[in-house]
Every structure is written in C-alpha cells, then in structure tokens.
C-alpha cells in the first residue's frame, strides 16, 4: 500500500521561530500534495498545496518545498504564533489514484509562548 | 460560500446498531470523499463519489457503505457497529480528481 510519512511526531517552537515539518512519501507516481492543519476537534483545514511540476509555493507565512528526487516534502511556517499550535498532516495523491488521499501520521505542532 | 457540513456532529451507538452519517458539500463541488480519522490509524480512505457513482474505494468491510444524491449530498451508513468503529468521521468534497479535498468538521462516532 501507499505510504506517508513524517520524520517526526511532535515539534516544540518558540513564539516567533520558523517552524519546518517534514514528509516523506513513496509513490512515484504521486504528483500532488495538500498540507491541512487539524486543531483539536475540528476537521483537517487546508493550508497550501503544490504539484509535482513545481519545487517550491509560498503563501501567507508558509512555504512547501517539494523534492521529488528524494520524496521529500516540507512546511515551513515562518514567524510561528501560538494560533499555529495544531497537528499537520501532509496528503499525496496522483494520477492513479483517483481521488483518492494518502495522509501521514501527523505533525504535532506546539508554539511555546 | 458555505464550508463541507457533516451532521451529527457527536453521536454514540451502541454494539450491533447501524449508523448513517450525511454530508453536504461545498457548492459546485461533484465529488465527495469519506475518511476514518482514528487515534491509531490516522486518516483513511473509506471511498469516494462523484455524480452519484462510487468510483474509488478504501480497504473497508462491506458494512461501510454509502451513496450520493442528485444534489451531490452524501451519506454514509455502517451496519452492524462493532466498538472499533469508533472514530471521527471526515466528508471532504472538490471538484472532481487532481482538486483540492476541503473537509467537514466531521461526525464524531462513539461506539459502546
């Protein structure tokens, strides 16, 4: 089966700091990639994508880099704040795989204030 | 524009009962995905529809089933409740394959 995963389940910040979480993926084939923000019991929020023809997207304070010669994806959050304390999840999908998204384990993030 | 809405949002069943969950999408969107978010297994993919046929589905037992309607709706039903069918339930819906999934705040299934 498909096979996200991030390196490390829990990252510890300080308020202001840039935060980077880490994702790796197994499936060649995959060629787009979604990262959510899960905060505690509410469903997975959209926070950026990119596809597998780009290396790198930004948006407000975040930033994917995307490596597909090693599998590799990351988030960065720059100027990390205590609203961006929540678990992140990377999702994969690709062109045969319908629909259908694959999703690591998660990233707890904690922004220490 | 109006988010992904899941109702119920918190129920609890008991053993051997049957459970059907709704989703309404965003507006547009054709496409509705189902997930299983556990502590243990994370997120997984129950299946999806679009333009009311299954097209893809996850590694689930037949007692997870679901549908959609003309107006894109969906529900899902699972029979038959076993205790470890206690999860959060996730609907996500986009238009169609290759876009964006936007989730629900998802329909919380405690099993006793």
């Known amino acids: 089966g498909e096979s996200v995963g991030l390196h490390l389940p829990t990252l510890s910040v300080q308020e202001g700091d840039n935060s980077i979480i880490n994702c790796a993926y197994s499936n060649s084939a995959s060629d787009y990639f979604i990262w959510y923000k899960q905060e505690s019991g509410k469903g997975p929020q959209f926070i950026i994508d990119?596809?597998?023809?780009?290396d790198k997207r930004q948006g407000q304070r975040v930033t994917v880099l995307l490596n597909k010669t090693v599998k590799h994806l990351s988030l960065q959050i720059a100027a990390t704040q205590p609203g961006d304390s929540a678990v992140y999840f990377c999702?994969?999908?690709?062109?045969?795989?319908?629909?259908?998204?694959?999703f690591g384990t998660g990233t707890s993030l904690t922004v220490i204030p | 524009k109006a988010g992904v809405t899941q109702t119920p949002r918190y129920l609890i069943k008991t053993r051997g009962q049957q459970v059907t969950l709704s989703c309404s999408p965003i507006s547009g969107h054709r496409s509705v995905s189902w997930y299983q978010q556990t502590p243990g297994q994370g997120l997984q993919f129950l299946f999806e529809y679009f333009s009311e046929t299954q097209r893809n589905k996850g590694n689930f037992p037949g007692r997870f089933s679901g549908r959609q309607f003309s107006n894109s709706r969906s529900e899902m039903n699972v029979s038959t409740l076993e205790l470890g069918d206690s999860a959060l339930y996730l609907c996500?819906?986009?238009?169609?394959?290759?876009?964006?999934?936007?989730f629900g705040e998802g329909s919380w299934l405690t099993v006793v």
């Open positions: 999702a994969e999908s690709g062109t045969n795989t319908g629909n259908q998204f694959y």
């Open positions: 990119i596809r597998s023809n780009m």
């Open positions: 996500a819906s986009s238009l169609g394959e290759g876009n964006t999934i936007y």
